[in-house]
């Protein structure tokens, strides 16, 4: 959590790989409470305008909050919260969290649609939001930097092979 800008508006930052693990026996109400801790925390702290910056990478899918208490999340945040968040950026978004989105977009207002952004790594977060406010998690910058290695071995690969060398100059 940080502020940035002039009226010190928040930034908060949401590591879904910290969440419970949904084998957990009491996992509903850790999840209850923990929406609740955040969202008593959300109205301490936001006076202005704020924006959310949910760090998806490195989570294993057993981790990932499902969809009904997403939605449940969703209708429980007072107006004023929804009005005043700027923008929700995900960083690292899976295929799930891009799909689950898709499918309950025709659900949730078209205003809090447009508040959405899909960043693919830091280095993105970073031209978009001040970082030096924002802790970003070690296991995050880890999956980062080995999703951009990754990255730039299939590129070198592609430019490598004789095939695609030829596709890249027709």
Known sequence: TGYYGDGLNAIIVFAACFLPDSSRTDYNYVMENLFLYVISTLELMVAEDYMIVYLNGA????????LGWM??????IDRRLRKNLKSFIIVHPSWFIRTILAVTRPFISSK????IQYVNTLA????????????IPDSIV???ED??????????CLSNDPEMASVEQE
């Open 142 to 144: 880890k999956y980062d």
């Open 147 to 156: 999703k951009c290695i990754k990255r730039r071995m299939r590129t070198s």
């Open 112 to 115: 809090f649609s447009s508040k």
């Open 59 to 66: 989570t294993p899918r057993r981790r990932m909050p499902g």
């Open 124 to 135: 993105e977060l970073h031209e978009m939001i001040p970082m030096e406010y924002v802790q």
């Open 71 to 76: 939605k449940k999340c969703y209708q429980m």
